[in-house]
């Protein structure tokens, strides 16, 4: 029975439009929702599969040992696609001359992701090459080619085995980002691996598995797989792992994505609450009703329970719908403009959305739907009953506690659900506070002025406490809009800034100290930008304040030994590239003691996340050992160094009189216009040992990820600007509802319409003029939070917003509660008159 | 007695000290009466109104309907009551915006559990001459059409006991007059008590009795009620 009153309601309710805006908010909420969570996860994971090619797949399993074949079969199982990659240190000969070389052993398949190049001569026209050299054929890189005077098709020998050179290598999508692999790569077949007779017991190589196949496949097994690792000997890592600035910029992406759609989802679920409350309030004369006719609790709770209900589930059908189209449009259009191939999502977004419409129904109409059941029967007589106000903090705590879930439910990650949400709701109480503070102020203000403002002034007063609440739906609507503008503009503008037009797009290694000034020269006769070269040590850091530390080396043989003692620090487990400076670096920044000024004391600087792994600071003494010479240095400042620029970046930095004396190479990064390529040939021909590493594919990459968070960011402001706007309809319609009583009598005792609709219009205008006054505040604090905690930028303040927030707040709030007021006057007095009976 | 009050009063505290809206009242009212309150604006007559049906709680003494003392229950037994003995007419109508004229009728029945509650409400409209307007929406329907169905829907659960509340107070005065016929030949014909609230005198004189309020007081009118 009262279910099908609960239909009949809301069929002519949903026909006659009065629960446009409940049903509006949660559709919003769920088209939101699923459309940011589908469209971000494509997004993210088009991203990954593209930038999975400097990978050469889409995981890696590295291992010291050779990896269990059951491991292998259970991957092919789970319909992975595998190649081997082997990697290790070794002399090569050819022509009676001897150079280290880096041998490379791949199967079949490999790249999985990503493409080799390879060309006829050395600095020749590359091409994208499909395959691996045949068995007793090598494919070498351009440097080894001057430094074994090499030909393509001489013979070149590695450990007891002879390869042809059949190709010049020129591009591996894994050689990685690291510019210190200063020995050149010689690429063999797998099936070769054995016959060099290299592979001893002991001997250090580097397997790797590479993986790739579907994320589910990939997910599953590496469930299966992560239980059975060893830390010391297996490492399993995506591209989003580690250091570089490819995944650095992946997982920056990734929250800035899921921090904007944070947003979005948190102004939608506003929109739900404020629009909740309206909902209820319009069925109070329905529940009084009711409850004249007789109606017990329980039927009036049934019926409006299920009323809610249906609206609900309808809501969510239209915005899944509504949200899927959505995504697809943007989807498409990204795709054509990109010309790129976004994955599709799982039903995760699906769940998400339908959950966020539901429960923000729920929960956001719980203390509503508590009040208008408590309705007293006889506001039938008497229309200004509402009940009683009492337990409003149960409307608190579950909108709070509604707020918390859904950001925890979207992001999963409890940390960044708290931190948002603790800021939010203290940025909430000051909203509430100040408002009621200028509320105060502008009621003195008023009394000095004209007659439209006096009775602006003196609504607003009136209406303080409705006001300061109605000012912190106002104010926290244009603070998220605030907000999402400038994580579009300041945020990626910064991001940006670090990836110039002309970012460096080669580096330089292996570069003799006898060649640095002619180079130099070279650089500035052919107009080249190059930064500033960086000599290059390679030594060992063996021992911090006398303990030696545990080395990779020393690891292994405690393997077999006894356990690792638990204090002993662990070293880096491979030889370090140091460098001496008098200045310090661009993009560093000393953290804690301080530059040294010349000064021939020896003294290292050390990078602040390195000097936190080591758990050491000022003052700790690092020993090293360089080529057999063994020397101590006390730590004289800690760096934080921006792992994002395409500068040489280092752990270690020395003064001059510490390293100056030993034997070094240089290193620096160039610009170089992709259409001056053909330059290079000529630029380093005569420095034959010079190494080049060629990062436009990665800069290309770290372009693209930019660029799609700009559109995906774009994507999210649009919605959060649709919802703002829901949200500051909703709220200006629930207060002309009050105010519309005062209206007709001002109207009835002659009030002219002129007067009337500016006296409105004023109030909102400040109204508006103050939220967005307090929203910018808030937004300015926001902003220097995520600024300096989550996205490690350099904090600032953004002038402009302060002159953009009051303003656009006095518009949109002052133009809305004016049309909403012209509705009201528009219609005759007796007409009024009526609508109050 | 089919309503009975003791004693019955109601107070309320303003900032300027206690309001006696309404002072002790006695009164009887026998099953199938009809009786109006007349009275001043502001002179208590809804107050008496909401109290005799258990809308409102008084201050101190008792009000009982069919002998079952109203101050005894808590909320959800007075609405049993309504539901059980009760009809309301108002004087804004009030009827569900969202219902049509036949929906709004059968309401009161269905929240009662009368399974026949949609045959009862068109026999009900078609005595109030409203057959045609049974899918009709309120605001599709003139005020003296809404308030034919508000009449409608007070009878529908063949209450003992009908209270009306200025039911003519929003009509004109031909469409008063002709709301007026109807509700009494519909009394009439159901023998139901009416207790109605009214400052039309003209209406009050219809009644069997007719009682007079005057700043809280109530007394009884014996011949010229003007």
């Known amino acids: 029975m009262w279910a099908r009153i609960s239909w009949r309601l809301l069929k002519q309710e949903l026909r006659r439009g009065e629960l446009t805006i409940m049903a509006a908010a949660i559709v919003l909420s769920v088209t939101a929702v699923l459309s940011l969570a589908l469209f971000t996860e494509r997004l993210q994971s088009g991203l990954t599969a593209r930038s999975a090619e400097f990978l050469a797949a889409d995981r890696v399993l590295s291992s010291r040992r050779a990896v269990d074949e059951s491991w292998l079969e259970r991957a092919r199982d789970e319909g992975l696609q595998l190649a081997n990659r082997v990697v290790f240190n070794s002399m090569a000969f050819a022509n009676d001359e001897l150079a280290l070389v880096d041998v490379k052993a791949v199967s079949e398949g490999y790249p999985l992701r990503g493409e080799l190049r390879t060309a006829e001569q050395p600095y020749a026209p590359e091409q994208v090459t499909q395959g691996i050299p045949e068995a007793g054929e090598a494919w070498v890189a351009s440097a080894l080619f001057q430094e074994l005077a090499l030909e393509v098709g001489d013979t070149i020998e590695v450990g007891d085995s002879q390869f042809r050179v059949s190709k010049v290598l020129t591009y591996e999508p894994d050689v990685g980002f690291s510019v210190f692999t200063d020995s050149p790569n010689v690429l063999i077949n797998y099936s070769e691996l054995e016959a060099t007779g290299l592979i001893q017991p002991g001997s250090r190589v580097r397997y790797n598995i590479l993986y790739a196949g579907p994320g589910e496949a990939l997910t599953e097994y590496e469930e299966w797989l992560k239980p059975q690792l060893n830390d010391d000997t297996h490492n ?85 719908l509504l949200g899927w189209l959505l995504q697809g449009l943007v989807v498409d259009l990204v795709a054509s403009y990109f010309d790129v191939n976004l994955p599709p999502a ?20 719980l203390y509503p739907l508590l009040r208008l059941i408590e309705i007293p029967p006889l506001r039938v007589l008497n229309r200004q009953m509402t009940g009683s106000g009492s337990g409003r903090w149960l409307h608190w705590l579950a909108s709070g506690g509604t707020i918390y879930f859904l950001l925890w439910l979207y992001s999963q990650q409890w940390l960044l659900s708290t931190a948002l949400f603790a800021g939010g709701a203290l940025a909430a109480l000051i909203l ?35 006001n300061s609440v109605q000012m912190l739906s106002f104010s926290t609507a244009i603070m998220l809009l605030l907000l999402v503008l400038a994580l579009r503009h300041e945020l990626l503008a910064d991001w940006q800034e670090q990836l110039p037009e002309d970012a460096p797009n080669y580096f330089l290694v292996n570069v003799a100290q006898s060649d640095v000034e002619q180079l130099q020269q070279r650089f500035e006769e052919r107009n080249v930008e190059a930064n500033d070269m960086y000599p290059i040590v390679p030594g060992r850091m063996i021992a911090v304040n006398d303990m030696p530390v545990l080395d990779e080396v020393s690891k292994e043989e405690q393997e077999s030994a006894e356990a690792p003692q638990s204090e002993q620090r662990e070293g880096f487990g491979r030889e370090l590239s140091l460098t001496w400076r008098d200045e310090l670096p661009p993009n560093n920044t000393v953290v804690a003691g301080e530059w040294w000024q010349d000064n021939a004391k020896p003294q290292v600087s050390i990078e602040s996340e390195v000097a936190e792994r080591l758990r050491v600071g000022i003052g700790d003494e690092l020993t090293f050992n360089i080529g057999g010479e063994v020397f101590t240095v006390p730590i ?181 509660g004016r049309v909403a007021c012209a509705r009201l006057i528009r219609r005759n007095t007796a007409q009024l008159i009526r609508r109050l009976a | 007695m089919l309503i009975q009050t003791t004693q019955l009063t109601k107070n309320v505290e303003t900032s300027e000290g206690i309001l006696h809206i309404l002072q002790p009242t006695d009164l009887q009212i026998s099953a199938g009466e009809t009786v109006a309150i007349v009275g001043a604006s502001g002179s208590g007559k809804s107050t008496l109104l909401s109290l005799l049906a258990g809308l409102d709680l008084a201050s101190d003494g008792k009000v009982s309907i069919d002998n079952v003392n109203l101050g005894d229950l808590d909320e959800e037994q007075r609405a049993k009551v309504r539901a059980d003995k009760v009809g309301f007419i108002f004087q804004s109508f009030l009827l569900i915006p969202s219902l049509t004229a036949l929906e709004n009728v059968m309401l009161p029945a269905e929240l009662a559990g009368n399974k026949e509650a949609e045959q009862q409400a068109r026999e009900l409209l078609g005595n109030v001459g409203l057959s045609d307007r049974l899918t009709h929406y309120p605001n599709q329907l003139s005020g003296g059409e809404q308030q034919r169905v508000a009449i409608a829907r007070a009878f529908v659960g063949t209450p003992k006991i009908l209270f009306a509340d200025e039911p003519t107070g929003n009509l004109d005065s031909a469409t008063g007059h002709k709301v007026e016929d109807l509700l009494f030949e519909m009394n009439q014909a159901s023998g139901t008590t009416l207790v109605m609230v009214t400052h039309d005198t003209e209406l009050a004189k219809r009644c069997q009795r007719v009682l007079r309020m005057d700043a809280g007081k109530l007394t009884e009118v014996t011949g010229d009620v003007g």
């Open chain 1, 636 to 816: 004289t400042s800690v760096r934080e160094v921006n792992w994002g620029s395409l500068q040489p970046n280092f752990y270690m930095i020395f003064n001059t009189a510490t390293l100056s004396d030993f034997p070094a190479t240089y290193i620096s990064s160039f610009n170089l216009p992709q259409e001056r390529k053909d330059e290079l040939y000529q630029l380093f021909r005569p420095f034959p040992q010079v190494s080049l590493i060629d990062l436009d594919a990665i800069i290309d990459q770290l372009r693209e990820v930019i660029e799609q968070v700009s559109i995906a960011i774009l994507f999210v402001l649009i919605l959060v600007i649709i919802a703002g706007i829901l949200v500051l309809l909703a709220q200006v319609q629930a207060s002309m509802e009050e105010r519309e009583k005062e209206l007709v009598i001002l109207r009835t005792l002659g009030a002219p319409a002129k007067l009337l609709s500016r006296s409105v219009t004023y109030e909102f205008v400040i109204l508006g003029a103050i939220s967005g006054f307090i929203a910018t505040l808030a937004m300015e604090l926001s902003l220097w939070i995520l600024q300096t905690q989550v996205f490690e930028l350099a904090a600032s303040v953004h002038w402009r917003f302060w002159l953009i927030g009051p303003l656009a707040g006095a518009l949109i709030v002052g133009t809305m």
């Open chain 1, 346 to 365: 799982g039903s995760r977004g699906y769940l998400l959305a339908a959950g966020t419409g539901l429960v923000s129904a729920v929960m956001f109409t």
């Open chain 1, 432 to 466: 509430l506070l100040v408002g009621r503070l200028f509320i105060r102020a502008s009621r003195q203000a008023g009394m000095q002025a004209g007659s439209a403002w006096r009775l602006a002034m003196a609504g607003l007063q009136r209406r303080a406490q409705a």
């Open chain 1, 236 to 320: 399993w890592r995506s591209i989003e792992d580690g250091d570089s600035p490819l995944a650095r910029s992946l997982r920056r992406a990734e929250r800035f994505m899921l921090l904007a759609s944070l947003l979005g989802v948190v102004l939608a679920a506003t929109a739900v609450a404020v629009a909740a409350q309206r909902y209820c309030q319009r069925n109070y004369d329905v529940v009084a009703i009711f409850k004249t006719l007789g109606a017990q609790r329980q039927q009036i709770q049934r019926v409006f329970i299920m009323h809610l209900l249906l609206l609900t589930l309808l809501s969510i059908a239209t915005g899944l």
